[in-house]
Nanobody, 128 residues
């Protein structure tokens, strides 16, 4: 059974930092590209960042580029999202997701559809 478990969310003041983690189990981690999405109340789930199975290629939404950094540790089956210079508009539930690498990468990783598995989400709240 595949499980993705996010952690590291919380309440932070604007300008602060948080580091999200997503621990994966029940799958061969290096067979998956990984992504982070977020969903604010009343809004659709939106792409935040993704990286390929090797960790070499990364993708970011324009709204977080230069502030967020995605990385992975394949030895620990874990993907991270370092979030710096947080803004109130970053407030959302953040979800980790896994997409089979065999399905491809590139621009498609910005969409929800390639992702086979999702975590339960972790709340990030940024106060002004």
């Amino acid at each position: 059974q595949v499980q993705l478990v996010e952690s590291g969310g919380g309440l932070v003041q604007a300008g602060g930092s948080l580091r999200l983690s997503c621990a994966a189990s029940g799958l061969t981690f290096t067979n998956y590209n990984m992504g982070w999405f977020r969903q604010a109340p009343g809004q659709e789930r939106e792409f935040v960042s993704a990286l390929t199975w090797s960790g070499i290629t990364t993708y970011y939404a324009d709204s977080v580029k230069g502030r967020f950094t995605i990385s992975r540790d394949n030895a620990k089956n874990t993907v991270y999202l370092q979030m710096n210079s947080l803004k109130p508009e970053d407030t959302a539930v953040y979800y980790c997701a896994a997409a089979a690498a065999a399905s491809g990468s590139g621009f498609g990783l910005r969409r929800v559809t390639p992702y086979n598995h999702w975590g339960q989400g972790t709340q990030v709240t940024v106060s002004s």
